[in-house]
């Protein structure tokens, strides 16, 4: 044998049975795949302990009542992914709910309303990202005044219920958009998958996406290899801002009310979901799909719980207390053995 | 092409006469790429760099030699632009540059790969290689064409490493390797290596310096930093060597001895020191019958260090050489009980005893000054008087303060006997010079009174003057009966202090002996160990022995 047959690329690769075969995923993609395993084996067993539980309309009904949910964590998934943490997103939705209602309430056009909402969300998250960039402080501490702040504006707007009656709303909310096989979903759920597969481009196919792997991973190496880590900093929490009065929007066209008292603790969902979709609350590893996944973990508990109709509701806060956990814990395991 | 080399101008603002550098085989002489010329630096009024010179051609392996605090890191940022220099000119390709911010020196083609490898571990290695400017397509990242592009680099560099895989899940040379590469596909013309051998064996070794005269021999130049003597004069052609700032001279590495190039970074020190040797040599007292302070039977944990032995006597110094890495920290980490050992004994003045935590060796009377003052000793934000009565009060128990009267005595005593300035006990310890927080910790450990005083790089990273000021203090200590354990990376501030010598290598102690006339060749012959095969012969490090 010559020295050249003997190297790797001169011989001819293995089949592509013995290359399925010593398949295995990628380390980085198996918190993922766990949380899609966990999804798969709690709607398996709703499916067989409840009659019509694995059906489409279930399923679709997943996404419809989570909708907001799905598009708030995929704004997190951008923050927790760069080692922050964005605890203002649940006040954001709620204050999105009042100026919704209140600028419709006041005759504004619809698109000018969505655009009011969404650039005041937008603006919250940006001024976080600067305040925490610029003057070096930690994540926790910046968005929980931020948190404070909206839910304050809240009340600022009005203290009760502003219900929301405008026709285009209405009409959107009780749309509903035909699928093959006689089924439909809402514009609602097709706004938060667009959501995620827009992040999943952005997180992976452009540089701002793999800065914000890359502060993950470590911010001081991401400032040495010349990559934007400022901008990307800030731009983290803009998104997470834009993501949370999306989901407002989602969220007053679910409830079609604005209230000051929505969303109470749903940034808590929102990390919960993220956490579970396994990506790291470190930073630096996770996919935009895990927290999509979580979100429909999170969703299939509650199913579960309204189709057993003798099981509390608190079931569900146990439920998913005990998943985080265990996702946590798996994590850190994962982490520890790879380093 | 000769070879003629003229002996620079030795510390002397006058710039070397112009001369040529030795050229690659088949590659023409030519003008330097970057050439240095001046530099001056200071911090605060005190000059880290005082007129020094740098020239680097394309196509060799310049070393850059000296002892910590000569000015090597320093000459490196203001090359990279981390520094703006206060005087000189830095001219790069013919072209004077002055330098703002590390972008605009790489923008130069001036391309650093620090000892710490500064990449994402969570990303894949083309990532790591191209981002900032990757391939793109349609808008987005062109992953396929990123990572054909990163394989042809690394192919250039005849590394064979998927570029798709992640960082993180290839050893730490790897990584060095990938960094190497990333600074390479910035088409560096110059490339700087700082420490990149400290943390690699000696096949990692072998590996990175393939790679260092592959892109020689294309033209780059290479800036090496290296502790290790060997390996400078293995794949360097030039060396520049500095002290205590200044320039001491430019050398070609053929023509210059290993006796030579350390004769010319300790330079005049040398006269001073051999004084202070002979003091020690001379008063040379300690019992070695009596029970020793400290004795250790077979002390050893898995991964940081082998079975050692050792004993220390009352008023003796026992110095520890040995490269980073050798096991030196690892055995003082040991010996405090810094980490649990897995196997041996500990006796303190023939008894038995068992250290589970620092906790336990402090009520031993014993002090540990670990290297990692910032992280492991100084708390910045506290006075120096808190900062020097923390050990103290911790092992007279928290519930008895200590009377305000007899802190300020025992305080300003210190402040007043180790020299410390600012003298004022209530200045923030952030605001104090490296060697005077040095100063402050050595007092915070005098204060607990003890029997054996563990040392770790006490001198590491602080000026000339305070250097001298700690090393007096030690020899002082130990003539007043203090048994000392001394560690340092410097060879001949081990050799000036200590009574007994240990040499560690590869996680072992691997001599032991009284330090008679010991030479620092001696000791780096030790170090540097016999010539091994360097390829697949070696055999691989043992672990300790468990039992």
Known sequence: MSAATTTPSGTTGPTTWERLRGWSPPSQYLPVIATAVVFVSLFGAGGVRYEGFATPEVALNLLVDNAFLIVLAVGMTFVILTGGIDLSVGSVVALSTMIAARTLEAGWAPGLAVAAVLLTGTVLGLLMGLVIHYFDIQPFIATLAGMFLARGLCYLIGVESIPIRDETFFSVAAASVPLPGGYSTTPTALVALGTVVVAAWVLHRTRFGRTVYAIGGSQSSALLMGLRVASTKVGVYAISGFCASLAGLLFSLYMLSGYSLHAVGMELDAIAAVVIGGTLLTGGRGLVVGSLLGVLVLGTIQTFISFDGTLSSWWTKITIGVLLLLFVVVQRLITRRQP | ?547
């Open chain 2, 1 to 547: 092409m000769s070879q003629t080399q003229t002996p620079a101008a030795v510390g002397s603002g006058t710039p070397a006469p112009a001369r040529e550098v030795a050229p690659v085989a088949g590659r023409p002489a030519a003008a330097p790429v970057v050439e240095m010329q001046g530099i001056s630096i200071a911090f605060g009024g005190v000059p880290a760099l005082d007129d020094v010179a740098l020239r680097l051609y394309p196509g060799e392996v310049h070393a850059l030699m000296g002892e910590n605090g000569a000015g090597k890191s320093t000459l490196i940022k203001a090359l990279t632009g981390v520094y703006a220099v206060d005087a000189g000119t830095i001219v790069v390709d013919g072209r004077e540059e002055s330098f703002t911010s590390p972008a605009a020196s790489q923008a130069a083609g001036i391309s650093t790969v620090y000892q710490e490898v500064n990449l994402c571990t969570n990303l894949t290695v083309a990532e790591n290689m191209l981002l900032g400017r990757e391939p793109r397509r349609f808008g987005g990242i062109h992953t396929r064409a990123m990572n054909r592009r990163a394989r042809a680099t690394l192919d250039r560099l005849g590394l064979d490493i998927d570029p798709a895989s992640v960082l993180g899940r290839h050893p730490i040379a790897v990584q060095q390797l990938v960094a190497i590469a990333r600074a390479v596909d910035v088409e560096a013309r110059v490339l700087i290596l700082d420490e990149p051998t400290s943390s690699l064996d000696a096949d990692e070794v072998a590996r990175l310096f393939t790679v260092m005269r592959t892109l020689r021999d294309q033209g780059t130049a290479i800036v090496f930093v290296s502790h290790f003597l060997d390996q400078v004069f293995e794949i360097s052609d030039r060396l520049t060597v500095l002290r205590n700032g200044r320039l001491v001279g430019e050398r070609m590495v053929a023509e210059t001895s290993q006796l030579e190039l350390v004769k010319l970074m300790l330079g005049r020190e040398l006269a001073t020191l051999e004084e202070l040797d002979r003091e020690v040599a001379e008063t040379d007292l300690v019992d070695r019958t009596a029970t020793p302070v400290l004795q250790v039977l077979g002390l050893g944990r898995k991964g940081s260090l082998q079975a050692t032995d050792l004993s220390v006597y009352e008023g003796e110094v026992v110095g520890v050489a040995g490269l980073l890495g050798s096991g030196r920290t690892e055995l003082a980490r040991l010996l405090f009980g810094a980490d649990t050992a897995d196997t041996g004994e500990i006796e303190v003045h023939g008894t038995s005893r068992r250290f589970r935590s620092p906790r336990h060796a402090i009520d031993r009377r014993l002090a540990f000054s670990s290297e990692n003052r910032r992280a492991e000793g100084v708390i910045e934000d506290l006075s120096v008087a808190d900062n020097m009565l923390l050990a103290m009060q911790a092992s007279r128990g928290w519930l008895r303060p200590i009377p305000a009267a007899q802190r300020q005595a025992l305080v300003s005593k210190y402040v007043e006997a180790l020299d410390i300035r600012p003298a004022n006990p209530d200045a923030t310890m952030r605001n104090l010079s490296g060697g005077n927080q040095q100063k402050v910790l050595l007092a915070r450990w005098l204060l607990t009174e003890p029997e054996l005083l563990v040392l770790d790089e006490p001198t590491r990273g602080i000026d000339v003057g305070a250097k001298a000021q700690i090393q007096q203090l030690v020899a002082d200590l130990a003539r007043r009966g203090m048994a000392v354990v001394f560690i340092s990376a410097e060879l001949e501030e081990v050799l000036r202090l200590s009574d007994r010598l240990v040499v560690m290598r590869e996680r072992r102690k691997i001599d032991e002996r009284l330090n008679d006339d010991v030479s620092v060749s001696d000791v780096l012959e030790l170090i540097a160990g016999q010539e091994r095969p360097t390829d697949q012969e070696r055999p691989t490090p043992q672990e300790a022995p468990r039992g």
